[in-house]
C-alpha cells in the first residue's frame, strides 16, 4: 500500500491494480471513498483497461482469432510497479506479460499516476504502444464515493449537480450489454436526486453528456466533492442494490451492444494507438 499525504488531504493506494483504496480530508475529518464491504462490493476504484464493460459471451475477435475476457479487463488483477514515488505523487505502470497475450495479444505500457495538489487527488492515465502493430484498447475508470459520508446524513439526502446538462439520455442494459433501448433523466435545475431504486436495473450508461464537472452534494450540510473529467466519451453511473457508494465513471469504450459482431478492430469505444504512441487522460476530485 502506497500513501500519499499533504497539508489537506491522504491517500492510499494499493500496488494490485494500481487501486485507489483511500481518500481522507483533513479540513473536514471525512473519508470520502466506499469502504469496500464486501457484502455489497468488494473494490473502491479499479481500473478498467483494456476494455470497459462487458464482451459478447465474453469473447472478442481479432485477425480470425476468437479471445475470452472477462468483464472490465484483466489490468485490476495484477501487481503494478511502482515507478515513482515522493509525499505527494505515485507512478504505477503495467504491461503486458505471458499470461495478458494469452487474452490480448498486444505490447503495451499502461501508467498511473497519483499526484495531490491542495485538495485535490488528480488521477492521470498513460497508454503507450510498445509493440509492432496498432494497439485497440478501452480504457475507463470505476471509483466509488462513500454516500452518506457524515453521520447525520442519509443516502436519500444526496444528489449529483451536473455543471452542464439539463436532461440525460442512458442507454439501458441486457445482461451487462448495452440495448437499442433509451431512457431520458430529467434533471431539475442540473440535479439528479440519488435514489437506491435507479440502479436496480444495473448501471446508468450515457453517450452524450456534455458536463465534465459533477459534484456530490447534499440537502443536510455542505460537505461534498467535485468530480472533473475530460475527453472521456461515455459515462456511468452506478450502485450495488442498496449499498452506501456511487460510482462516478468517465469512460473512454463502452460494453458491446447486443448486436455486436464481436470484432474488436469495429468495436464501439475503442481506441487505436500507433505503435510508440502514447494516449493520456485524466480526471480529478476535490474534496470540500
Not at 500513501?3 to 481518500?23: M, V
Not at 484483466?74 to 510497479?81: H, M, S
Not at 501508467?111 to 491542495?118: G, H, P
Amino acid at each position: 500500500m502506497i500513501a500519499l499525504e499533504n497539508n489537506f488531504i491522504k491517500a492510499e493506494i494499493a500496488t494490485k491494480g494500481a487501486e485507489l483504496q483511500a481518500l481522507f480530508s483533513k479540513d473536514t475529518n471525512i473519508s470520502y471513498l466506499w469502504n469496500g464491504d464486501k457484502n455489497y462490493w468488494g473494490k473502491h476504484s479499479p481500473v478498467l483497461f483494456p476494455i470497459v464493460g462487458a464482451l459478447k459471451n465474453d469473447e472478442y475477435i481479432y485477425q480470425d482469432k476468437t479471445y475470452k475476457m472477462s468483464r472490465h479487463g484483466f489490468a485490476r488483477d495484477y501487481d503494478f510497479k511502482v515507478e515513482q514515488i515522493s509525499a505527494h505523487e505515485a507512478v504505477f505502470t503495467l504491461t503486458e506479460n505471458d499470461e495478458t497475450l494469452k487474452s490480448y495479444p498486444f505490447c503495451f505500457e499502461l501508467q498511473l499516476r497519483y499526484k495531490l495538489i491542495e485538495h485535490k487527488l488528480n488521477v492521470t492515465y498513460k497508454v503507450k504502444n510498445t509493440g509492432e502493430q496498432e494497439l485497440l484498447f478501452s480504457l475507463g475508470a470505476h471509483p466509488a464515493f462513500a454516500v452518506p459520508n457524515t453521520a447525520d446524513t442519509n443516502y436519500s439526502d444526496y444528489f449529483l449537480a451536473f455543471n452542464e446538462d439539463e436532461k440525460l439520455i442512458h442507454w439501458k442494459l441486457e445482461n451487462g450489454l448495452i440495448t437499442n433501448e433509451r431512457e431520458t433523466l430529467n434533471l431539475s435545475r442540473h440535479k439528479l436526486k440519488l435514489k437506491h431504486d435507479l440502479f436496480y436495473d444495473d448501471a446508468l450508461v450515457f453517450k452524450t453528456m456534455q458536463s465534465n464537472c459533477i459534484s456530490l452534494l447534499n440537502t443536510k450540510n455542505d460537505f461534498g466533492l467535485h468530480f472533473h473529467f475530460e475527453d472521456f466519451p461515455y459515462f456511468g453511473i452506478w450502485a450495488a442494490k442498496d449499498a452506501s457508494f456511487i460510482c462516478l465513471e468517465p469512460w473512454c469504450g463502452i460494453a458491446d451492444s447486443i448486436n455486436h459482431n464481436q470484432q474488436l478492430n469495429v468495436k464501439e469505444g475503442i481506441n487505436k494507438l500507433a505503435t510508440s504512441c502514447n494516449w493520456e487522460r485524466y480526471w480529478e476530485v476535490e474534496c470540500f
